[in-house]
């Protein structure tokens, strides 16, 4: 499967420090995802490898090849790159996550997958979750936007420890133009999930012009004190230039922030805050 990247250890993904994994591959197309060079799979075209300034990729057989010991992480390559994707991804086996995953046990609290969309690939996280759950004490997260219909996939929700849901807009048509997908799947969800006792966090972004009043307590009343409520801010770093272009690049006031977390917190989401 590939893997974009892997974070050792993370406070910010799920209770306690974790380890994060990140599937390329995603279904939806944010206007302001943060790390849109997730979103497809690399078509190795070879642009990215003309950029390279020390030769960490070639081209070999037609296909982009990454050297991960020269390279020094400039991302010229991703800046390239004009299909929303990153050269710099690595197949992994469920073994051989298990062997980097269990170098980091001792330090860890459980493991997050995340993306991308790491949804798109169930049948590989269960067999990944059981071996954990198998030969581990971590516990085993998912950060997703929910576009997957969860209710289909009764084992893979069962060895999930927690759910991390993206709710980015309740409105269906402001959803379509931010994302390019219907918000019926993630609502769905959402409601799902709170069912199951799996939802553990959700999250939206307040990225400038979009209906958070609308959004936030739609929310809100749908989780009241169940689960935590994360509100982001916008950030441009990572953002691709369309969509600087459409949010801007100042990050969300401050005087905003506090004013949508008290919103959450007045239609009962009480565990809400900001980041």
């Not at 250890?9 to 209770?15: A, E, K, Q, Y």
């Not at 995953?101 to 001792?106: D, Q």
Request: net charge neutral.
């Amino acid at each position: 499967m590939p893997i974009n990247k892997i974070i050792s250890f993370s406070c910010i993904d799920g209770p306690g420090n974790r380890m994060v994994i990140f599937f390329q591959g995603c279904n939806f197309q944010c206007g302001y995802c943060h790390n849109p060079e997730t979103i497809h799979h690399c078509i190795h075209c070879g642009d990215c490898v003309k950029t390279c300034p020390v030769g960490a990729l070639t081209m070999e057989d037609g296909r982009v090849s990454w050297d991960d010991k020269i390279c020094v992480g400039c991302d010229a390559c991703i800046k390239t790159c004009k299909h929303l994707s990153s050269p710099k991804t690595k197949d992994y086996t469920i073994e051989e996550l298990m062997k980097v995953i269990k170098k980091s046990e001792a330090f860890l609290d459980g493991i997050t997958v995340s993306g991308g969309e790491c949804s798109l690939n169930i049948p590989f996280l269960v067999e990944l979750f059981r071996l954990v759950k198998k030969e581990t004490k971590l516990t085993c997260f998912v950060d997703t936007n929910g576009g997957i219909d969860l209710s289909c996939f009764n084992e893979f929700v069962e060895l999930t420890d927690g759910f991390m849901l993206d709710v980015k807009a309740v409105e269906e048509e402001e959803h379509k133009n931010l994302t390019g997908m219907s918000n019926e799947m993630v609502l769905k969800n959402l409601t799902y999930l709170l069912e199951r006792n799996k939802l553990y966090e959700v999250r939206t972004v307040l990225a400038p012009g979009l209906h958070h009043e609308l959004t936030i307590p739609y929310v809100a009343n749908s989780i009241k004190e169940k689960c935590i409520y994360k509100l982001l801010k916008y950030r441009q770093f990572g953002v691709r230039k369309a969509g600087i272009e459409q949010f801007g690049t100042a990050s969300t006031p401050k005087e905003y922030m506090e004013q949508m977390i008290n919103l959450a917190k007045k239609h009962g989401a009480i565990n809400t805050i900001g980041i």
